[in-house]
């Protein structure tokens, strides 16, 4: 038989969740109710002032054509005055912004537009899996960091950065999964270390509304005025739990949007403009709502931090993203991946393993808080009850 795939992608290893998956899905056609606290997909609705203004511009038939790749001028011009607005940052909406479909899309295409073949980009470990595979997809050779606290990860860098020529090193805070945040002041060092050594920073910053104080996590691209070594990814996702909608964006570096914005050009037409036309509304008119969010994932937060506790689990103090990552404790002496089935077998409640986000994410899971506080609270007495069982 043919073989129609390339050497690339028949390298890429099993994604380590669809054992997850799989185990989830057969406990499902059994008739077990299975409490899903693993995939990060919101639960919490968009808000209806942009469902309404979505179906108006649907049927409205001059959307219904081509839009274009970049993203409409409203839409880019409404992210200029909302960096502008939270961060303090002037940005040009035609060359410091693109819409991506996604910040999935966004990094792997920003990736192909920056990287040659065989250029060393900096990946923290763990870190989202797209972290890991972008890079690879788009040529360049990863090289991981530990990333379990942040000032040993700047450190790292720095004794990297005397023997090894960098392009680009990716971060993402708040982080996912470990839900680590950081001070201007990170960002203030790491773009004194670009400037020295010439490398573009990307940020991952798709957990930026998800916060539970009143400090709101600092963007990247206000250590970088005038925009010489950083771009940011910024998402609808989560903040305006938007996840199904695809609406992102790359801001930042005028060298690097542009080779994305030309990418792009030869690759789609852009979100559906309808979309475009209604998150242009939530980004006018709609600050207050991630407040709203990021209430409730507080409050589910709270609730399973509390339970993880008793359960002997030790927690990673965090004040943003909607996860919640926990060491297990040793004297279940299990590794992730195993202990994670176990949960799954035993309590119906998926969850995620941390060997899933990279070799050091091992030890750990990560819960995403993406249930009711009732299903939520189902989930924790639902381990208990195996916990209890197996002491």
């Known amino acids: 038989m043919s073989n129609f795939s390339n050497n690339l992608v028949n390298n890429f290893p099993e994604y380590l969740f669809n054992k997850i998956n799989t185990q989830k899905l057969e406990a499902r056609k059994d008739g077990r109710d299975v409490i899903d606290l693993g995939y990060g997909n919101p639960d919490i609705p968009t808000n209806p002032l942009v469902?309404?203004?979505?179906?108006?511009?649907?049927?409205?038939?001059?959307?219904?054509k081509y839009s274009?790749?970049?993203?409409?001028?409203?839409?880019?011009?409404?992210?200029?005055?909302?960096?502008?607005?939270?961060?303090?940052?002037?940005?040009?909406?035609?060359?410091?912004?693109?819409?991506?479909?996604?910040?999935?899309?966004g990094l792997t295409h920003l990736l192909m537009s920056v990287l040659d073949s065989g250029d060393k980009i900096v990946v923290p470990d763990p870190s989202y899996p797209i972290h890991h595979f972008a890079p690879l997809i788009a040529?360049?050779?990863?090289?991981?960091?530990?990333?379990?606290?942040?000032?040993?990860?700047?450190?790292?860098?720095?004794?990297?950065?005397?023997?090894?020529?960098?392009?680009?090193?990716?971060?993402?805070?708040?982080?996912?999964?470990?839900?680590?945040?950081?001070?201007?002041?990170?960002?203030?060092?790491l773009v004194l270390l670009?400037?020295?050594?010439?490398?573009?920073?990307?940020?991952?910053?798709?957990?930026?509304?998800v916060f539970f104080k009143d400090q709101r996590p600092p963007s990247l691209l206000y250590s970088d005025r005038e925009l010489t070594h950083?771009?940011?990814?910024?998402?609808?996702?989560?903040?305006?739990?938007?996840?199904?909608?695809?609406?992102?964006?790359?801001?930042?570096?005028?060298?690097?949007i542009q080779a994305l914005t030309k990418l792009k050009s030869y690759i789609d037409y852009g979100t559906f403009q309808p979309i475009q036309i209604a998150s242009t509304v939530a980004i006018n008119d709609l600050d207050s709502y991630p407040q709203e969010v990021s209430?409730?994932?507080?409050?589910?937060?709270?609730?399973?931090?509390?339970?993880?506790?008793?359960?002997?689990?030790?927690?990673?103090?965090?004040?943003?993203t909607m996860f919640v990552w926990a060491k297990i404790p040793e004297f279940y002496k299990k590794k992730s991946m195993d202990f994670s089935l176990e949960i799954l077998k035993n309590s119906?409640?998926?969850?995620?393993?941390?060997?899933?986000?990279?070799?050091?994410?091992?030890?750990?899971?990560?819960?995403?808080?993406?249930?009711?506080?009732q299903r939520i609270r189902q989930a924790m007495k639902?381990?208990?009850?195996?916990?209890?069982?197996?002491?």
């Open 51 to 64: 469902v309404d203004k979505l179906i108006e511009s649907a049927r409205n038939k001059k959307n219904h």
């Open 348 to 373: 119906n409640v998926a969850i995620s393993p941390g060997v899933g986000f990279g070799n050091h994410g091992e030890g750990f899971i990560r819960i995403a808080l993406v249930e009711n506080k």
């Open 295 to 320: 209430e409730i994932y507080k409050e589910r937060r709270l609730l399973v931090v509390e339970n993880l506790k008793n359960f002997g689990f030790n927690i990673f103090d965090s004040d943003a």
């Open 194 to 209: 670009a400037k020295a050594h010439n490398f573009l920073i990307i940020n991952d910053f798709a957990y930026s509304d």
């Open 230 to 256: 950083s771009v940011e990814l910024y998402s609808l996702t989560k903040g305006y739990s938007m996840a199904g909608w695809r609406v992102g964006f790359a801001l930042g570096n005028k060298e690097a």
């Open 68 to 105: 274009v790749s970049k993203g409409i001028v409203g839409l880019r011009s409404a992210m200029k005055e909302r960096y502008k607005r939270i961060y303090d940052i002037d940005l040009d909406e035609d060359k410091n912004i693109v819409n991506t479909i996604g910040s999935k899309e």
């Open 139 to 189: 040529g360049g050779i990863p090289i991981k960091i530990k990333c379990l606290d942040t000032n040993q990860f700047l450190d790292d860098l720095i004794e990297i950065l005397k023997t090894t020529k960098i392009k680009v090193v990716l971060i993402s805070f708040p982080h996912n999964p470990t839900t680590l945040t950081v001070t201007q002041d990170f960002y203030d060092r």
């Open 382 to 391: 639902n381990m208990q009850s195996y916990f209890d069982d197996s002491m």
